[in-house]
């Protein structure tokens, strides 16, 4: 990790964030040492890590630290990274916002224009977190909004329900300024960290819910296909259709015997196991299995 550090030009606050991230992969990776000193019996376990959204940063950090360590003295069996709808590349994964929405039917034509030409909403977002937006946006936009959704889990009988107690705060909330959380370690493209865990024979899953406007598939695909070639490694599953039961669970594309792909999750939106849990069990299961998604679909008599 140091020597990605080393080997970037970056400003003064860039450094700052990159340190900071640094230390928080480190957090984990004492919390993990620790795990496996107290339960050794699970040191030999296969060991597989994965996360979505803003995993696309953490966990290639934790797993590039464990590579690391693993030169010195082998303490993980790390087996493999999966990683869903991850913040890879900041502008090209805001940045493809546009395209998705005009892709999908969501925007006309003109308006699809204006997001293009006169908006850059990689630009916005890095200044709505530093509280300077500027003149092309004429009013502030609360990018982390999910009011129905917060408005339930904090009724009363739905927390009694959940066994949820509220302690040293008055509502639950996705997104809190209690955890401190530096918003703007989200310019950090860490797609440079993932090519270099595959460098070193970590497998690597990149998945999408092909329904995610959040971090639409479209940037996930440009930033994948950017890694592989920047790596050299061929196509050795065309981009195809794969099969969930009896229907279409999305569709993949392999590169380098296995060792890095990409695949979507038909219907489904951000967090994929979330909106669609079947499909997403189907796709983890190939992943764990070191095999390949299924290529026909199954019919039960």
């Not at 509502?171 to 370690?185: G, P």
């Not at 999408?208 to 598939?217: E, M």
Request: glycine residues 6%; contains cysteine.
């Amino acid at each position: 990790m140091i020597s990605f550090i080393k080997h970037l030009r970056v400003s003064d606050h860039l450094l700052k964030l990159l340190l900071l991230l640094l230390s928080q992969a480190r957090d984990n990776l004492l919390f993990l040492q620790g795990w496996f000193h107290k339960f050794p019996q699970y040191r030999n376990t296969d060991l597989f890590i994965t996360g979505e959204s803003y995993a696309g940063h953490y966990i290639p950090q934790l797993a590039k630290l464990m590579v690391e360590i693993n030169k010195k003295a082998k303490l993980f069996n790390l087996k493999g990274i999966a990683l869903g709808n991850p913040v890879l590349e900041f502008a090209t994964d805001l940045n493809s916002r546009a395209e998705y929405f005009w892709s999908h039917g969501l925007i006309s034509d003109s308006t699809y224009k204006m997001f293009t030409s006169a908006c850059n909403y990689s630009r916005y977002v890095s200044e709505y977190y530093r509280d300077s937006v500027s003149s092309q946006v004429s009013e502030r936009i609360d990018v982390c909004i999910e009011d129905e959704t917060v408005d339930y889990l904090n009724r009363k009988d739905v927390r009694r329900a959940l066994h949820a107690r509220l302690i040293g705060v008055r509502r639950w909330e996705i997104c809190s300024n209690i955890l401190d959380y530096e918003l703007l370690n989200i310019e950090i493209p860490t797609f440079n960290i993932v090519g270099s865990l595959i460098k070193a024979g970590i497998p690597v899953l990149v998945y999408s819910g092909d329904q995610d406007s959040v971090i639409p598939l479209t940037g996930s695909r440009t930033v994948v296909h950017r890694v592989a070639k920047e790596l050299g490694l061929d196509t050795t599953v065309p981009y195809r259709v794969w099969f969930a039961g009896k229907q279409v669970g999305g569709w993949t594309q392999v590169y380098g015997n296995n060792i890095f792909s990409f695949a979507t999750i038909r219907g489904t939106s951000h967090e994929a196991p979330f909106s669609q849990p079947e499909r997403s069990l189907m796709l983890f299961k190939s992943f764990l299995e070191g095999k390949p998604l299924p290529e026909v679909f199954v019919i039960s008599y």
